[in-house]
């Protein structure tokens, strides 16, 4: 699995993903779209990985570009596709 | 602005190829990519469609040709080697359809490329009017459409360039500093974007080629040995490009789609 750019992260990531990559093969894909099985780990590992991004201030350059998705850039890229 | 263009067909189904999306990192082709992180990620209620937000970091340097123009000491010596790159992707399991967009995060001023993808699953109806009558032939198939901007504003007023958090954890924008006299006299404004542009275009074609290799190995993975056939292959990956002597001898199946590419200048 992927690491993450937490390496104290790592463990509850790959639980995380473990949970993640059952659930989405087994019952996301197959229909059942509304069960939330990682829901609690997921929760784990944000609150892990969160604490990170807010010490090395990753976490406002998230959210600035997040939010460029309705950029010039974008505009114009629909107009000529 | 320039674009770049590429359509794919991988011979798996709709379900294989986006599970193999969110499985793609570490491939052999993936060397470069360092950490992969979930930000954000939730079924909308409404549409029951999968959302995801993802962080990567990368290895990449800015290429020595862009480094050239700049004006000193812009892009250079705080060139960290690395990039953050925001992914975000909507899987539609029912119209058998995902879309992704990735994005880097810094140096956006200097040359902010924009990769989407449409990843559509296709329908035996539509493989009979590729195909004729070949249509049994295979199972499953999905087709993939990438497109690629670029776009350099470069010398148009403030740069919006940002450099990498310090370890305080604060984050500096910089504006652009008046070039030295003579910098833009060889080259016009326009002439340097679209230099920068066309440098991205061409490290591009590469990069979505690897990217395309390191697919058909999660996906080949996944057909042979399911999920545990991924994450197996995946902790050789590791080994092989973090241990001490990385035995990276392995012969990998070769992608068996059908390829084309075409490159627009979008001026």
Redesign the interface.
């Known amino acids: 699995m992927a690491a993450s750019i937490a390496p104290e992260c790592n463990d509850i990531k790959e639980k995380y993903d473990t949970c993640f990559l059952k659930w989405y093969s087994e019952k996301y894909l197959r229909g059942n779209t509304s069960s939330n099985d990682c829901e609690a780990l997921f929760k784990n590992y944000k609150g892990c990985l969160n604490k990170v991004l807010k010490e090395r201030g990753i976490d406002s350059m998230l959210d600035d570009a997040r939010k460029s998705g309705s950029s010039e850039t974008d505009a114009e890229f629909l107009k000529k596709s | 602005?320039k674009?770049f263009e590429n359509k794919f067909t991988y011979d798996y189904s709709f379900?294989a190829v986006?599970?193999a999306y969110?499985?793609r990192?570490?491939n052999p082709y993936s060397r470069h990519?360092?950490?992969?992180?979930?930000?954000d990620?939730y079924?909308d209620?409404n549409t029951?469609r999968?959302h995801t937000?993802r962080?990567h970091?990368k290895k990449s340097k800015v290429p020595s040709g862009i480094l050239k123009l700049l004006p000193k000491g812009m892009g250079g010596s705080d060139n960290s080697g690395q990039s953050?790159i925001?992914e975000?992707t909507i899987v539609d399991?029912?119209e058998g359809w995902m879309e992704t967009?990735s994005?880097n995060?810094?140096w956006t001023g200097i040359l902010?490329v924009?990769e989407?993808q449409n990843y559509q699953r296709l329908t035996s109806e539509d493989r009979l009017a590729l195909d004729g009558l070949a249509v049994d032939k295979v199972s499953e198939q999905t087709t993939v459409k990438t497109?690629v901007?670029f776009?350099s504003r470069l010398g148009q007023g403030k740069l919006l360039a940002?450099k990498k958090?310090?370890t305080a954890?604060?984050?500096v924008e910089v504006e652009e500093e008046a070039p030295r006299k003579g910098f833009f006299s060889s080259l016009s404004t326009a002439g340097i974007q679209r230099t920068i542009e066309l440098i991205g275009v061409s490290r591009t074609r590469e990069a979505v080629l690897k990217s395309k290799e390191g697919m058909n190995i999660v996906l080949e993975r996944l057909r042979s040995g399911g999920?545990v056939g991924v994450?197996e292959g995946?902790r050789q990956d590791r080994e092989a490009a973090f241990g001490p002597e990385g035995p990276w001898k392995r012969v990998w199946l070769q992608g068996n789609g059908k390829d084309r590419s075409i490159e627009n200048d979008?001026k």
């Not at chain 2, 990519?33 to 979930?38: A, R």
Request: net charge positive; glycine share 4%.
């Open positions: 602005m674009f379900p986006s599970l969110f499985l990192y570490p990519v360092l950490t992969t992180d979930v930000i990620r079924v209620p029951q999968l937000i962080l970091l953050y925001l975000k399991p029912k967009e994005r995060m810094e902010s924009v989407k497109t901007t776009r940002r958090p310090d954890g604060d984050h999920v994450l995946m979008g």
